[in-house]
């Protein structure tokens, strides 16, 4: 159980997770501060240009042979603002089903309340149902003094601008890779279980990818894993990202110690940019 939890975190922040469902989400009880505090109206203002509030992505998720579920990625401009500034709701939804529902049914959350300026969470919600095993989280973000509350009684310093298992995802489609080489390392500061993650990515090269009827111009990338506990070796997790303004997973492939997981993109909505097809 706790093998197969493991490596939903690490497929959500490569590939936006192979398992995702809406559930209901606690209220968030930390009270931010006053939008008046200079901290905060000093915190970074780098909106991206990869996407746009009303993106909508949509993934077949496989083991091995089985059809295994679906997951959705969404932004929704709400109007919400946390602190004075302008925030995304950023949702996962998914869950598992078919034949996988028989031996691991799957019905997860996860939320990020993400500043639509600066690219960093202000609140992380998740809430999972894997094969019986429940995990709840509700953490508070406070950018402006390097901490956070993990809403279980426990305060973390942090990053100052650290990211949950969603924005991560954000974050990283945000970040120049116009200058990439072979080899190159990315590393994303990620909260993980109250617990400071850095998730690293190995750039490995340009390669097209058909995807159903569709060939897509690629970044390829190598997540860098822990091998012996999931994975038998470091390179067993591969990602394909659009070569284009989006930076949209297309594929995630996966070897793992007991089978195998791909991840495909069935369909999207309201990109920012054309997609890297390749006609």
């Known amino acids: ?70 997951a959705t990625v969404e932004i929704k401009d709400e109007g919400e603002k946390i602190n004075g500034r302008k925030v995304y709701h950023m949702v996962g939804n998914g869950y598992s089903k078919g034949t996988f529902n028989w031996f691991f049914k799957v019905k997860d959350t996860y939320e990020s309340y993400v500043d639509a300026d600066g690219l960093f969470p202000w609140r992380f919600k998740r809430d999972c149902n894997e094969g019986g095993f429940i995990i709840k989280q509700n953490y508070s973000f406070f950018p402006q003094h390097g901490n956070m509350y993990n809403g279980d009684g426990k305060w973390l310093k942090t990053p100052q601008y650290v990211q949950d298992m969603v924005s991560s995802f954000y974050y990283a489609r945000s970040l120049n890779l116009s200058n990439l080489k072979n080899g190159d390392l990315i590393t994303v500061q990620t909260m993980v279980d109250s617990e400071l993650w850095p998730f690293t990515i190995k750039y490995v090269g340009k390669e097209n990818i058909k995807v159903g009827k569709v060939k897509y111009r690629c970044l390829k990338f190598r997540p860098v894993v822990q ?20 930076r949209i997973p297309i594929m995630a492939e996966a070897k793992i110690l007991f089978g195998s997981l791909k991840m495909e993109l069935t369909d999207y909505k309201n990109l920012a940019h054309p997609l890297a097809i390749v006609k």
Request: hydrophobic fraction near 40%; proline fraction near 3%; glycine fraction near 6%.
């Open 1 to 70: 159980m706790q093998g197969k939890t493991l490596f939903m975190k690490t497929f959500l922040i490569t590939a936006l997770s192979a398992a995702l469902i809406v559930v209901n989400a606690q209220p968030n009880k930390i009270k931010q501060e006053e939008s008046n505090d200079e901290k905060i109206q000093n915190l970074r203002r780098t909106p991206s240009q990869a996407f746009l509030p009303g993106e909508f992505l949509k993934y077949r998720v496989h083991y091995g042979i089985i059809d295994a579920g679906e």
């Open 227 to 246: 091998k012996g506990r999931i994975f038998k070796d470091e390179e067993d997790l591969s990602i394909w990202i659009t070569d284009d303004g989006n």
